[in-house]
């Protein structure tokens, strides 16, 4: 992550370091599904399913990542987690995402759930009253 060292790092603008994705549960009903609508509502989020595993993706840039040269400023203290990041299938290398499924807005995740789960008006017609009928005399 936003290397000094790996010649990939020199050509990027630290992609890795302007975005945390953390997994969430597996949503099962829709409750679950509505509950990732509502992380959706917010700015700067995604949701993304990848290999089955669902994660939300907090579009925010770490405070270390120099805008000057894209270097990490706290590089040798960096966190374990940017330690243990492999370059060789980063953000920067791989390009475009193959995600299996990606949810960029609420509105996009409220279709889905319709599609997914059916309207709840859908094949329920209200009753109508029968029309009275004259009795015949
Ligand atoms: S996205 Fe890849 S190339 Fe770019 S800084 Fe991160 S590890 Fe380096
Ligand atoms: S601490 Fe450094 S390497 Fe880690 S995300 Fe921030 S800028 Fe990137």
Same mark, same amino acid.
């Given at each position: 992550?936003a #290397? !000094?060292?790996? *010649?990939?790092?020199?050509k990027?603008?630290?992609?890795?370091?302007r975005?945390?994705?953390?997994?969430?549960? &597996?949503?099962?009903?829709?409750?679950?599904?509505?509950? $990732?609508?509502?992380?959706?509502? /917010? !700015? =700067? $989020? &995604?949701?993304?399913?990848?290999? #089955?595993?669902?994660? $939300?993706?907090?579009?925010?840039?770490? !405070?270390?990542? *120099?805008?000057?040269?894209?270097?990490?400023?706290?590089?040798?203290?960096?966190?374990?987690?940017?330690?243990?990041?492999? /370059? @060789? +299938?980063?953000?920067?290398?791989?390009?475009?995402?193959?995600?299996?499924?990606?949810? &960029? *807005? +609420?509105?996009?995740?409220?279709?889905?759930?319709? $599609?997914?789960? #059916? =309207? %709840?008006?859908? #094949?329920?017609?209200?009753?109508?009253?029968? %029309?009275?009928? !004259? @009795? @015949?005399?």
């Open positions: 992550m #290397g !000094k060292k790996k *010649s990939l790092c020199e990027c603008t630290g992609l890795c370091c975005y945390l994705a953390l997994p969430i549960e &597996t949503p099962e009903d829709k409750q679950d599904y509505d509950d $990732i609508r509502w992380y959706l509502c /917010h !700015k =700067s $989020i &995604t949701v993304f399913v990848e290999d #089955g595993e669902w994660y $939300i993706n907090i579009m925010n840039k770490c !405070k270390y990542l *120099s805008e000057k040269d894209y270097h990490c400023k706290i590089y040798d203290k960096r966190p374990r987690i940017c330690r243990k990041y492999n /370059h @060789k +299938d980063c953000d920067f290398a791989e390009g475009e995402y193959d995600y299996d499924l990606e949810f &960029t *807005s +609420d509105t996009q995740m409220d279709e889905y759930i319709k $599609i997914k789960f #059916g =309207s %709840k008006k859908a #094949g329920k017609r209200k009753p109508k009253r029968r %029309k009275k009928g !004259k @009795k @015949k005399k």
